[in-house]
């Protein structure tokens, strides 16, 4: 007997959105996010990253389409849908004369999470705000109120925790606190939907990522497939002697001298290796010193896809 396979975390299908005035923010949108996955969804300014989440949380009507949440439609189990997610928006909101406690206490009661179940203490120490507990949220700093969103989306212990630019403005320590508590909670099992513009925090951070824009879905893959697409390599030379012009072979997509005795050729993948480049500079009279290669990263990805598209 087989088990039919799970179905995924979030399951969109030709999701459409046409706010009133008529702008279409997204255009037919269809993601597969799987269970147990950190999932990055990246796309420029105005691409429609906020108004997928926006319905997923249940803030932003759609106009078409359809979007399951744990295997329940928002359409036809709003409720199931509801509880299987918690959502951390992107603008700090919060009642500024409630303390930390407070706040999550009231979000588990609207939740209806009785209290014998509630986790508020263990909460606020995942986030490092247990000291905070009883603080008022107006005197806590922008990164602990950030904290608190991630605690207050977690109260109701959803098995998904979609998280919107969580890092935007958030200093570089802080923010590798934040993804040490979203690596916690994915190794316990929890599936994190994310959205940033920071690239290298995708990357690094990410199993899959999806790309957006124009309000279209232009790819969705594993991070290692993603970054195996980038067709630019660079590769640095250094020479044995000063140079004045850059020699040229039929293999170099673009070639520049960045310093008196050194080159930093561009060439395409899928044309040439680092091989034919290297004999190319060696070709014209040149004895090889020095070699730097750089791997194309998600930066070089995202730029040739969203350029593209
Ligand atoms: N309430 C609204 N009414 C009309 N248009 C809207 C509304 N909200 C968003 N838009 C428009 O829809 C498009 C998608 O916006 P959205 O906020 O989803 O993009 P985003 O990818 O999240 O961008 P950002 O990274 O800047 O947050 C944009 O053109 C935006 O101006």
């Excluded at 806590?140 to 991630?150: A, I, N």
């Excluded at 014209?284 to 791997?295: N, P, Y």
Aim: contains cysteine; negative net charge.
């Amino acid at each position: 007997m087989t088990d039919s396979p799970a179905p995924a975390a979030i399951e969109i299908r030709n999701l459409t959105k046409v706010y009133k005035g008529g702008k279409r923010a997204l255009d037919g949108i269809n993601l597969s996010i799987p269970r147990g996955q950190i999932y990055g969804l990246l796309g420029p300014n105005g691409a429609g990253k906020s108004t997928t989440i926006n319905i997923l949380a249940g803030m932003v009507n759609k106009s078409e389409g359809d979007v399951s949440i744990w295997g329940f439609d928002i359409d036809a189990h709003p409720r199931n849908a509801k509880n299987s997610i918690g959502i951390v928006p992107q603008e700090i909101v919060f009642d500024p004369f409630f303390t930390p406690f407070e706040t999550l206490e009231n979000q588990a009661g609207f939740y209806g999470v009785p209290k014998d179940r509630r986790r508020t203490m263990e909460l606020l120490r995942a986030v490092h705000l247990d000291d905070k507990a009883h603080a008022y949220a107006r005197t806590l700093s922008g990164g602990m109120k950030r904290r608190l969103l991630v605690a207050k989306a977690m109260v109701h212990s959803p098995p998904i925790l979609v998280l919107d630019e969580p890092t935007a403005g958030v200093d570089v320590q802080l923010r590798q606190q934040l993804w040490a508590y979203v690596r916690e909670l994915n190794a316990l099992g929890v599936t994190i939907v994310l959205t940033t513009h920071y690239l290298e925090e995708a990357e690094e951070l990410c199993d899959r990522i999806g790309i957006i824009n124009h309000g279209k879905v232009i790819t969705d893959k594993p991070t290692r497939e993603l970054l195996a697409m980038a067709q630019e390599k660079v590769v640095q030379v250094t020479v044995d002697r000063d140079l004045t012009v850059a020699p040229d072979a039929p293999c170099f997509e673009k070639v520049e001298l960045s310093g008196d005795r050194t080159l930093t050729i561009t060439y395409m993948k899928d044309r040439a290796n680092a091989g034919q480049v290297l004999s190319a500079v060696q070709a014209s009279g040149l004895a090889i010193v020095d070699v730097v290669t750089r791997d194309p990263d998600l930066e070089d990805v995202f730029l040739n896809l969203t350029a593209a598209a």
